[in-house]
């Protein structure tokens, strides 16, 4: 069984705790106006198509090095959860911490077997209002609480990573209902503000793609911190920003 890789990262310190091997997967039922890697979403445009035990290979060429772990990101990894239980199952078995960094839009049983392999799970939020979250990712926001529910039924270490995007993510009233809804739940280890970018930018055009978000300014400093202070007063950590 092969799977379908984007990239790989050697020195991933974003997506999980320590230093980590970062294997970013090909394919993603998502469609986020914000997105830095529309190159991802097309499963068959994979560059590299791979076993379990080669990515694994690559892993180990820089494990001297990679302390914190293997993180699978995307794209979206659990678009390939048979692989991906493979690929974890293997880490486990050689003491590697796994990490997988998803939307949670694709919940069920197979995703429940990966489940059991992963030690930590970097939870995307895009929106907690119902109607904004389709607009921006052009999915349901349903099957990610479902996830995140069942997270929290088995005890499974989250983070949760919420990109602030002026005019689309940055409505108090959205982030207190979700800081609110976060924090009656035992797992949420850490929630990341990540500040909205520019760097897709160019990707979309390569691609053809309409990107809607040209004129949207990077949030400010204060702004962040604003967004931040909402999570922080309901007790939920925040990540330290560097
Ligand atoms: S889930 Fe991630 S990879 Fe998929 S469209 Fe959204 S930002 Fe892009």
Redesign the pocket.
């Known amino acids: 069984m092969k799977g379908y890789i984007h990239s790989f990262e050697t020195f991933g310190t974003k997506d999980g705790p320590g230093i980590r091997f970062i294997v970013f997967l090909q394919g ?5 106006l ?5 190159d ?2 097309i499963k068959s445009n994979a560059r590299y198509q791979m076993t379990a035990q080669e990515v694994f290979r690559e892993y180990e060429k820089v494990k001297g090095f990679v302390k914190g772990g293997i993180t699978l990101s ?3 990894p659990l678009m390939q959860p048979t692989f991906v239980l493979e690929l974890l199952k293997l880490c486990k078995s050689k003491g590697v911490h796994t990490a997988i960094d998803t ?1 949670g839009y694709l919940f069920n049983e197979q995703v429940k077997d990966v489940l059991n392999w992963t030690d930590l799970v970097l939870l ?1 939020i ?1 929106q907690f209002d119902e109607v904004k979250y389709r607009e921006l ?1 052009s999915r349901e926001l349903k099957p990610t609480l479902d996830f995140l529910a069942y997270l929290e039924k088995k005890e499974i270490d989250t983070w949760i990573r919420y990109v602030l995007v002026p005019g689309y993510t940055n409505q108090k009233d959205d982030v207190e209902a979700l800081a609110n809804y976060l924090s009656t739940k035992q797992n949420i280890k850490q929630v990341d503000v990540l500040p909205f970018h520019q760097l897709g930018a160019l990707k979309w055009e390569e691609l053809g793609l309409e990107y809607k978000l040209k004129e949207v300014i990077p949030p400010l400093d204060v702004e962040q911190r604003e967004i931040e202070g909402i999570f922080k007063k309901r007790g939920l950590k925040v990540k330290e920003r560097e």
Do not use: V
Not at 28 to 32: F, H, I, V
Not at 34 to 38: A, G, K, L, S
């Open positions: 993603c039922p998502l469609r986020c914000y997105c830095h890697n529309p991802t979403w995307g794209g979206e939307s995307d895009k990712t």
